[in-house]
C-alpha cells in the first residue's frame, strides 16, 4: 500500500526519468484568420515527452529524451533546441522520413491541429535505447508512438524490459482521434497501456475520450478496474484528485493566475517525477506537481524557466 507521507520505493539508476514519444515542429498561424485566409505562419518546438525532460532538468533532476526526427533540417532544428536546453540527445534518432509536423490556426479557444506524421513513429528499439531503459528508475510514455503499428511494438518492449528491470512506467493516456488510422480500435490500444502503466495523469478531458461523460470518481474507478494502481486526475481550476488503488484524496489548485495552460499537464508530471525520484514523500511529490504546474500557468508558453525544486518545497515565493 502507497502511504503519502512515505517516499515511493525506486530502484536505484543514474537517470530519474526516461520519456519516449514525439518531438515535432508547430507551425503555428500569425493571426486569429482561418487557414484560408491566412498564409503566415511560424514554426515552433513541440512534443510533450521533451516538455517533460526540460521541465526535470530545470527543477534539479535527470531526464533523456527517446524520440525520432527526420535527417532534414527541420530535424536539426529541433535537435539545436535541445541542445541549447542542456537536454541529452544521444537517443534522438535521425531516419529518411520528413520530421512530423502539426499546423494549427492561432486561436483563443480550443484550436483544431492538422498532423503530418513522417519520422516520429519511427523509432526503434536499439541497444543503446535498451540499456537506457535499464538504467533509470521511471519510463514515461507519451499515447503518439502507441497510434502506429511499428512504434507501438517498441513501446510493448519497452514495458517488457522495464518491467524486468523493476522500472516504474508512467503513461500519459492524452487520446487524440486525429492520430490514428481508421481500421485501428485507438480506444482499445490506449486502454491496453493503461493496464501496464503504474502511473497515469488523465485530465477530464482524457477520460471523457476514453470512457465517455461520467463524474471523475468514476472515471478514476475505470482506470483502476484497468489495472493502473495509481491514477492522478487534474481538474483544471477545481484541483486534482489523487487515487492510490482506490484510496482517493481531494487538493484544490494552486494557481493564483492563469495566462496560458499550454503545458500545465507537462509541468505537474514534470514536478511530481522530480519529488519521487529524489526520495521526496508521495505528498510532498504531489505537491511539488502542483506547485510546478501553478508556476508555469503564469507565464506564456509550454516550456518555462524553472527554479530548483528545493525552493517550491521551502518557499513557493511564486504563488
Same mark, same amino acid.
Not at 72 to 91: A, M, N, P, Q
Given at each position: 500500500?502507497?502511504?503519502?507521507?512515505?517516499?515511493?520505493?525506486?530502484?536505484?539508476?543514474?537517470?530519474?526519468?526516461?520519456?519516449?514519444?514525439?518531438?515535432?515542429?508547430?507551425?503555428?498561424?500569425?493571426?486569429y484568420?482561418?487557414?484560408?485566409?491566412?498564409?503566415?505562419?511560424?514554426?515552433?518546438?513541440?512534443g510533450?515527452?521533451?516538455?517533460?525532460?526540460?521541465?526535470?532538468?530545470?527543477?534539479?533532476?535527470?531526464?533523456?529524451?527517446?524520440a525520432?526526427?527526420?535527417?532534414?533540417?527541420?530535424?536539426?532544428? =529541433?535537435?539545436?533546441?535541445?541542445?541549447?536546453?542542456?537536454?541529452?540527445?544521444?537517443?534522438?534518432?535521425?531516419?529518411?522520413?520528413?520530421?512530423?509536423?502539426v499546423?494549427?490556426?492561432?486561436?483563443?479557444?480550443?484550436?483544431?491541429p492538422?498532423?503530418y506524421r513522417?519520422?516520429?513513429?519511427?523509432?526503434?528499439?536499439?541497444?543503446?535505447?535498451?540499456?537506457?531503459?535499464?538504467?533509470?528508475?521511471?519510463?514515461h510514455?507519451?499515447?503518439?508512438? =502507441?497510434?502506429?503499428?511499428?512504434?507501438?511494438?517498441?513501446?510493448?518492449?519497452?514495458?517488457?524490459?522495464?518491467?524486468?528491470?523493476?522500472?516504474?512506467?508512467?503513461?500519459?493516456?492524452?487520446?487524440?482521434?486525429?492520430?490514428w488510422?481508421?481500421?485501428?480500435?485507438?480506444?482499445?490500444?490506449?486502454?491496453?497501456?493503461?493496464?501496464?502503466?503504474?502511473?497515469?495523469?488523465?485530465?477530464?478531458?482524457d477520460?471523457?475520450?476514453?470512457?465517455?461523460?461520467?463524474?471523475?470518481?468514476?472515471?478514476?474507478?475505470?482506470?483502476?478496474? =484497468?489495472?493502473?494502481?495509481?491514477?492522478?486526475?487534474?481538474?483544471?481550476?477545481?484541483?486534482?484528485?489523487?487515487?492510490?488503488?482506490?484510496e482517493?484524496?481531494?487538493?484544490?489548485?494552486?494557481?493564483?493566475?492563469?495566462?496560458?495552460?499550454?503545458?500545465?499537464?507537462?509541468?505537474?508530471?514534470?514536478?511530481?517525477?522530480?519529488g519521487?525520484?529524489?526520495?521526496?514523500?508521495?505528498?510532498q511529490?504531489?505537491?511539488?506537481?502542483?506547485?510546478?504546474?501553478?508556476?508555469?500557468?503564469?507565464?506564456?508558453?509550454?516550456?518555462?524557466?524553472l527554479?530548483?525544486?528545493e525552493?517550491?518545497?521551502?518557499?513557493?515565493?511564486?504563488?
Open positions: 500500500m502507497i502511504k503519502l507521507n512515505q517516499p515511493f520505493t525506486l530502484k536505484q539508476a543514474p537517470v530519474d526519468v526516461l520519456s519516449i514519444g514525439e518531438i515535432l515542429i508547430d507551425m503555428i498561424s500569425d493571426s484568420h482561418s487557414l484560408t485566409e491566412n498564409n503566415g505562419f511560424h514554426a515552433f518546438f513541440g510533450s515527452p521533451a516538455n517533460l525532460c526540460m521541465n526535470i532538468n530545470r527543477l534539479g533532476g535527470e531526464a533523456r529524451l527517446v525520432a526526427v527526420g535527417d532534414d533540417r527541420f530535424g536539426d532544428f =529541433l535537435i539545436h533546441h535541445l541542445e541549447k536546453e542542456s537536454v541529452d540527445t544521444t537517443l534522438i534518432q535521425r531516419t529518411d522520413k520528413s520530421t512530423s509536423m499546423v494549427v490556426n492561432k486561436s483563443k479557444g480550443s484550436p483544431t492538422i498532423f513522417g519520422s516520429d513513429f519511427d523509432i526503434r528499439l536499439t541497444d543503446e535505447l535498451e540499456q537506457a531503459i535499464r538504467n533509470t528508475k521511471i519510463m510514455i507519451s499515447s503518439w508512438p =502507441l497510434s502506429k503499428s511499428s512504434s507501438r511494438k517498441v513501446v510493448y518492449d519497452a514495458v517488457k524490459i522495464a518491467k524486468e528491470a523493476e522500472v516504474l512506467v508512467g503513461f500519459d493516456p492524452n487520446y487524440h482521434p486525429g492520430l488510422d481508421e481500421d485501428e480500435d485507438g480506444i482499445q490500444i490506449m486502454k491496453e497501456m493503461i493496464s501496464q502503466a503504474d502511473i497515469v495523469k488523465p485530465s477530464e478531458d477520460a471523457f475520450r476514453l470512457f465517455g461523460d461520467d463524474s471523475p470518481e468514476n472515471h478514476i474507478e475505470k482506470f483502476h478496474a =484497468l489495472g493502473c494502481p495509481i491514477v492522478l486526475m487534474t481538474l483544471g481550476k477545481d484541483g486534482a484528485i489523487a487515487s492510490f488503488d482506490g482517493k484524496t481531494y487538493y484544490k489548485t494552486k494557481a493564483t493566475k492563469v495566462v496560458d495552460t499550454t503545458g500545465a499537464g507537462d509541468a505537474f508530471w514534470s514536478g511530481f517525477y522530480t519521487i525520484t529524489q526520495g521526496k514523500t508521495v505528498e511529490a504531489l505537491d511539488l506537481g502542483f506547485s510546478t504546474s501553478a508556476y508555469k500557468l503564469q507565464f506564456t508558453g509550454a516550456v518555462v524557466k527554479p530548483h525544486y525552493e517550491f518545497l521551502d518557499k513557493e515565493p511564486h504563488l
